[in-house]
């Protein structure tokens, strides 16, 4: 299969930069909010220093808050330390046009401690790389897509921060969900983001409007979970670079007003073995034929919601989007094509898939899908079973589990977990706890718009 249009090797580069169609490159890592960092290079020198060097980046930026404030608590870097350097090494499997950055390639990075050289284990894309590596040690390819949602608004960034994120005028006035007229409104957008995403390697299948006013769903070609990830963050990137460039705001707020629907993650997912899709089989599963492979696949993955929901869920307004007939799950359950339940079981012979619903716009895609694996292959590796298909409304069931409620209740119950520790490795679930809970400490010292509307006058 020829490579997607947009994707370049290092020969490729070359010529370019030699007829000056690209004279920068952009070398980028996610850090733990699912951001991209790094630097811009001059397209030569990357040529002629980075690809076998790599370069630095300092350690702090895996301690960081939202601001960028160094946060203390962290064994992996801390002031006692210094906040040395790390090494970012090209992953030039990733190297491709940024076509919506002028004259730009883009290449995506693993993160390397600079003493032993090996992978700095609480990065997000080597935490994905070893769920991979266990995925594989079993025979398994674990193929993935994620359906990301956002908001669109008419007003910029710089406006929206005027605003202090209040008021915001949306791109739609009525709920849009799969309307082309008011599609058409948006795709002035819509359709930039889709081509630059196409012509930067990242083959992309539909857009649509969805269920609030100018909310949108963009979803791009299911591939193996380590490239699926990579093409996510890329694609937040440039959806956000592309709202800048044209005086608007976009967001991947789980749920930026409470009036509104929220906006998902939702993650397909399946295991390859070889060319065979490993879910492929006989076994009953209520409705659902298919193999004791993909049984103890869902059983693992429904068990082990309430440890890794962090990763699925990881800021506070994450859980103000489970809300009945939300569209969003709020019990665990599963069942054929039934979006009340977080796992939505879809396809078949090859496309075969779990669907969870659960994750929002706003998770790490590396954490979250090492999440959803790493429980998977623990359900083939202990032979659990699936519970019984749920055949109705789940929101309307009095006897199943709630998801976590916040993020306190999943950062107690990732911190505490044992299978979190034989999974992720405690240097992991202790390095993300400390995240999780300065997210969750942060909030608990600010005080909100709504504590002033509800009190300042009537308490």
Same mark, same amino acid.
Request: hydrophobic share 35%; proline share 4%.
């Given at each position: 299969?020829?490579?997607?249009?947009?994707?370049?090797?290092? *020969?490729?580069?070359?010529?370019?930069?030699?007829?000056?169609?690209?004279?920068?490159?952009?070398?980028?890592?996610?850090?733990?909010?699912?951001?991209?960092?790094?630097?811009?290079? @001059?397209?030569?020198?990357?040529?002629?220093?980075? !690809?076998?060097? +790599?370069?630095?980046?300092?350690?702090?930026?895996?301690?960081?808050?939202?601001?960028?404030?160094?946060?203390?608590?962290?064994?992996?870097?801390?002031? *006692?330390?210094?906040?040395? @350097?790390?090494?970012?090494?090209?992953?030039?499997?990733?190297?491709?046009?940024?076509?919506?950055?002028?004259?730009?390639?883009?290449?995506?990075?693993?993160?390397?401690?600079?003493?032993?050289?090996?992978?700095?284990?609480?990065?997000?894309?080597?935490?994905?790389?070893? &769920? !991979? *590596?266990?995925?594989?040690?079993?025979?398994?390819?674990?193929?993935?897509?994620?359906?990301?949602?956002?908001?669109?608004?008419?007003?910029?960034?710089?406006?929206?921060?005027?605003?202090?994120?209040?008021?915001?005028?949306?791109? +739609?006035?009525?709920? /849009?969900?799969?309307?082309?007229?008011?599609?058409?409104?948006?795709?002035?957008?819509?359709?930039?983001?889709? $081509?630059?995403?196409?012509?930067?390697?990242?083959?992309?299948?539909?857009?649509? +409007? /969805?269920?609030?006013?100018? &909310?949108? /769903?963009?979803?791009?070609?299911?591939?193996?979970?380590?490239?699926?990830?990579?093409?996510?963050?890329?694609?937040?990137?440039?959806?956000?670079?592309?709202?800048? &460039?044209?005086?608007?705001?976009?967001?991947?707020?789980?749920?930026?007003?409470?009036?509104?629907?929220?906006?998902?993650?939702?993650?397909?997912?399946?295991?390859?073995?070889?060319?065979?899709?490993?879910?492929?089989?006989?076994?009953?599963?209520?409705?659902?034929?298919?193999?004791?492979?993909?049984?103890?696949?869902?059983?693992?993955?429904?068990?082990?919601?309430?440890?890794?929901?962090?990763?699925?869920?990881?800021?506070?307004?994450?859980?103000?989007?489970?809300?009945?007939?939300?569209?969003?799950?709020?019990?665990?359950?599963?069942?054929? @094509?039934?979006?009340?339940?977080?796992?939505?079981?879809?396809?078949?012979?090859?496309?075969?898939?779990?669907?969870? $619903?659960?994750?929002?716009?706003?998770?790490?895609?590396?954490?979250?899908?090492?999440?959803?694996?790493?429980? +998977?292959?623990?359900?083939?590796?202990?032979?659990?079973?699936?519970?019984?298909?749920?055949?109705? @409304?789940?929101?309307?069931?009095?006897?199943?589990?709630? !998801?976590?409620?916040?993020?306190?209740?999943?950062?107690?119950?990732? /911190?505490?977990?044992?299978?979190?520790?034989?999974?992720?490795?405690?240097? !992991?679930?202790?390095?993300?706890?400390?995240?999780?809970?300065?997210?969750?400490?942060?909030?608990?010292?600010?005080?909100?718009?709504?504590?002033?509307? $509800?009190?300042? *006058?009537?308490?």
């Amino acid at each position: 299969m020829a490579p997607p249009r947009g994707m370049l090797t290092h *020969e490729d580069l070359g010529q370019r930069v030699a007829d000056g169609s690209i004279d920068t490159v952009v070398v980028a890592f996610t850090d733990h909010y699912g951001r991209q960092m790094g630097k811009r290079f @001059d397209a030569e020198f990357f040529l002629e220093e980075a !690809v076998e060097e +790599g370069t630095h980046g300092c350690d702090y930026l895996l301690t960081v808050d939202m601001e960028m404030e160094p946060v203390p608590g962290y064994a992996y870097a801390n002031w *006692e330390l210094g906040y040395g @350097d790390f090494h970012l090494v090209p992953d030039m499997s990733t190297l491709r046009v940024a076509s919506w950055l002028d004259r730009s390639a883009l290449v995506l990075c693993d993160v390397a401690d600079q003493r032993n050289h090996g992978p700095v284990a609480v990065a997000p894309r080597s935490i994905l790389a070893r &769920q !991979v *590596e266990r995925a594989a040690d079993l025979g398994f390819t674990a193929m993935a897509g994620s359906e990301l949602e956002y908001f669109l608004y008419e007003d910029s960034y710089a406006q929206a921060n005027a605003k202090g994120y209040a008021g915001l005028q949306p791109q +739609g006035w009525y709920i /849009e969900d799969y309307h082309l007229l008011q599609g058409t409104r948006e795709e002035h957008i819509n359709g930039a983001l889709r $081509r630059h995403l196409r012509d930067s390697g990242i083959p992309v299948e539909t857009s649509k +409007g /969805e269920w609030g006013r100018g &909310q949108h /769903e963009l979803n791009v070609r299911y591939t193996d979970v380590m490239t699926m990830a990579d093409r996510h963050v890329i694609y937040k990137q440039c959806a956000k670079d592309l709202a800048e &460039q044209s005086g608007l705001a976009i967001t991947f707020m789980a749920k930026p007003d409470e009036s509104e629907a929220g906006s998902s993650c939702h993650v397909h997912i399946s295991l390859w073995d070889s060319d065979t899709n490993a879910f492929v089989g006989d076994e009953e599963y209520g409705t659902v034929s298919a193999s004791k492979t993909f049984g103890a696949f869902l059983a693992g993955m429904m068990s082990h919601v309430p440890e890794v929901m962090a990763l699925y869920a990881p800021t506070i307004n994450s859980y103000k989007r489970y809300q009945s007939g939300s569209w969003a799950p709020t019990q665990l359950a599963w069942s054929r @094509d039934n979006r009340t339940a977080g796992f939505r079981v879809v396809g078949s012979g090859p496309s075969l898939r779990i669907e969870c $619903r659960i994750p929002g716009a706003d998770c790490n895609p590396y954490l979250a899908f090492a999440g959803l694996l790493a429980s +998977g292959l623990d359900g083939i590796g202990q032979q659990m079973e699936a519970p019984d298909a749920f055949e109705g @409304d789940v929101y309307t069931a009095s006897d199943l589990e709630h !998801v976590p409620r916040t993020l306190r209740d999943a950062t107690d119950k990732f /911190e505490s977990s044992s299978f979190v520790t034989e999974a992720l490795g405690a240097d !992991v679930q202790m390095h993300y706890s400390h995240f999780f809970r300065v997210e969750q400490e942060a909030f608990d010292r600010a005080v909100t718009d709504w504590e002033r509307r $509800r009190y300042f *006058e009537r308490i």
